[in-house]
């Protein structure tokens, strides 16, 4: 290891977040200061498996930044190791337009691999890549050729560590055994308001050793127990995740706040001149030496060259292996709708019921889909038959037993998804959505193509009473931008829905489902049930002489709106919108052709409150929704003493005419 280029190369990067910081008054020295030396050892040490101009290759070492307001840190760091991130981009930091935001954004910078900020979240993004590079050694790795043997590391903070989610990911990563993943946990005794001891006293140790992880502590100062912390790590595959507590001294390099609170953010930034100073840099801001500049030129090529050696192995892999070479791909076909059953006339079942079959002729047609459930497949019905379950005895199964972990299942499906060789879905009762709202918020900003399966969606669940039925999950989902939000009202509808959540590429998607049975809607053609869907919404019912009223709905209330056409007579369209997202991308001239503005007489009916229904039905309109919470009874007399049947719906829309 070369000690003085390194320790150079570690000064110049706390150089350039602090002017990047001072130049903006804006962002957070104390993680990119107090971690330079760990910085200088995972990208100029051979530390992280990289190669700048295959930003994406397959067996690259994956690295997270879960302290995301740390982005300096990254971004000085890839900089210097050659990503196509100029400095110009390093001194727009926090610019409008720029590519170097204040919290790393997935897709937006090279060499980022995660979108992070929400703390904790990266740490339960980690184990995803962990979980799908495991799986992909399993799946794809051949006695002759091994094409992932990959680590993925994760730089955290105590923030991090007190999140919930992050304690759900770190159980899920210890009890599956994923020793391919490292945490680096910058622990330097200090939250963004006081001194760590104010909030926590935990032994960090003690806790990762119970949850079956290995741990080392070290100066975090001390480029030689990094650099032999990250290669033992990376070299002990027993069986263990690896925990690397390095303590560091938060604001390193500016002695007016290091080692306290006020060196979290940027109070430091103001003394930038006399920080550059005393950490010998010349006045010249934004400083990289001719030597740092090779030696990082240095280290590319040798990931080039890792790279190049890899190529090879590949190459000669899928020659070898054409069936797994053209899975790996992990194309969705075109035709996927097409490829799953008609279901019997008058089936008449729970959507959650019509799902559990769905997803066997989904798996089948999508080798990359992988299904999981918090602890809940019984109920949610998502388990792929004859796919195995994954775990240290099998990291090829296909179904992922999270256990009782909602939000660690989404930040690990997240995590999945980002790494972009499986199709991730999770599953749970719809009125636990908010215990993962965190990860649903993030999947959708970074447009990752998660599936979400919530199952016991209304007040159709009945007897255990309001706690588990959900009224504002529904809208509460809507309204959360690039997240397609599902509601299908048949078992066909339900077909199309889980066909139009695994072909997205561009964001998630929450299928809502039922508990109870509801009927299958036989007057409509299938075609235009799955099509309809596809599209967000369609002409269910089309009315007879002259349109005088739209009754519109969404799941099993989709059954009462039909209904109450059939009493209501002459002039009624029935509108099913099971996702508004869709609906509303469609042209103009297909929205105007199923909702016309002519007709303002509209009615919308959904087991859940009317928030969201204001769009659609306009200032004339009425809504037959749930406003208030549920009760403990039979789902249909619930159902029915909230207003959730045709007779009301008629009823309403008598007084609207």
């Known amino acids: 290891m070369q000690t003085e280029i390194l320790s150079q190369a570690a000064t110049q990067a706390r150089g350039l977040a602090i002017d990047a910081i001072h130049a903006c008054s804006s962002g957070h020295l104390g993680l990119p200061l107090g971690c330079a030396e760990i910085g200088a050892v995972l990208y100029g040490a051979g530390g992280l ?44 930091f926090r610019q409008l337009g720029s590519e170097t935001p204040g919290h790393p954004e997935f897709g937006d910078t090279v060499g980022v691999e995660a979108t992070t900020g929400p ?33 993925v590391f994760a730089l955290h903070g105590d923030g991090c560590l007190q999140e919930g989610v992050a304690k759900e990911a770190i159980a899920f990563a210890g009890h599956n055994k994923l020793d391919n993943l490292i945490l680096i946990y910058d622990s330097n005794d200090v939250t963004l308001d006081a001194m760590a001891d104010q909030t926590q006293s935990e032994d960090a140790s003690a806790y990762f050793i119970s949850q079956g992880w290995d741990t080392v502590t070290i100066d975090g100062h001390d480029l030689a127990a990094v650099e032999a912390a990250i290669s033992e790590a990376k070299a002990n595959d027993n069986g263990k995740p690896k925990v690397i507590i390095a303590k560091t ?79 790996l791909k992990g194309e969705v076909p075109a035709d996927l ?29 999508v080798p990359s889909l992988i299904s999981g459930s918090a602890d809940l497949y019984g109920s949610t019905k998502n388990y792929i038959k004859d796919g195995g379950d ?43 959505a908010d215990y993962m709202r965190g990860s649903i918020r993030l999947a959708s900003l970074a447009k990752l193509p998660v599936t979400y399966i919530f199952t016991h969606d209304s007040v159709g669940v009945g007897e255990d009473g309001p706690t588990h039925q ?59 049930r799955r ?36 009493q209501l007579g002459d002039g009624v369209r029935v509108v099913s919108l099971p996702c508004f997202e869709r ?63 045709a007779d009301n719906v008629a009823a309403v829309a008598k007084e609207l005419l």
């Open 337 to 365: 709708l097409s490829q799953i059953p008609e279901f019997d006339a008058g089936t008449k079942a729970a959507t959650r019921a019509s799902g559990g079959t769905i997803i066997q002729a989904v798996a089948k047609a």
């Open 470 to 528: 959900p009224v504002e999950t529904v809208s509460g989902l809507r309204v959360i931008p690039n997240l397609d939000v599902i509601r299908p009202g048949d078992a066909e509808e339900t077909a199309a829905a889980f066909a139009a959540a695994v072909q997205r590429e561009d964001g998630p998607t929450a299928l809502i489902l039922t508990r109870q049975n509801i009927p299958a809607q036989d007057s409509i053609s299938v075609s235009d």
């Open 49 to 92: 498996r990289y190669n700048p101009a295959e930003p994406k290759w397959l067996n690259r070492d994956r690295f997270v930044l879960s302290g995301g307001h740390g982005s300096m840190f990254l971004y000085s760091w890839l900089h210097l190791a050659g990503y196509e991130l100029s400095l110009e981009e390093v001194k727009n």
């Open 390 to 432: 994954f775990g240290p005895t099998n990291f090829n199964g296909r179904n992922i037993w999270f256990g009782i972990r909602e939000h660690g299942m989404g930040a690990i499906c997240n995590g999945i998804a980002y790494d972009g060789i499986f199709k991730a879905s999770g599953a749970t009762f719809l009125v636990f």
């Open 249 to 327: 001294t938060i604001g390193k390099g500016i002695p007016e706040v290091e080692g306290t609170s006020a060196g979290h953010g940027e109070g430091g930034a103001k003394f930038a001149a006399a920080a550059r100073i005393g950490l010998g840099l010349p006045e010249e801001s934004f400083y990289v030496s001719d030597e740092v500049r090779a030696h990082f030129a240095e280290v590319a090529q040798a990931g080039a060259a890792a790279y190049k050696e890899w190529e090879g192995v590949f190459d000669a892999w899928s020659a070898a292996n054409p069936t797994l070479a053209a899975e």
């Open 119 to 151: 703390l904790g979240q990266g740490i339960g993004n980690a184990v995803g890549y962990a979980l799908s590079g495991k799986r992909a050694a399993a799946k794809f790795n051949t006695a002759e050729h091994t094409i992932f043997d990959q680590h």
């Open 531 to 566: 099509e309809g869907v596809l599209k967000g919404g369609y002409i269910a019912k089309k009315e007879s002489g002259d349109l005088k009223l739209i009754l519109m709905a969404t799941g099993s209330e989709l059954q009462h709106a039909m209904g109450a056409a059939e």
């Open 583 to 645: 609906f509303e991308r469609q042209s103009a001239d297909y929205i105007e052709s199923v909702l016309p503005t002519s007709c303002t007489a509209r009615v919308a009916v959904e087991a859940g409150v009317s928030s969201t229904w204001g769009k659609y039905v306009g200032f004339t309109g009425k809504t037959v929704c749930i406003d208030r919470f549920g009760m403990s009874a039979p789902g249909d007399t619930v159902m029915a003493e909230l207003g959730m049947t």
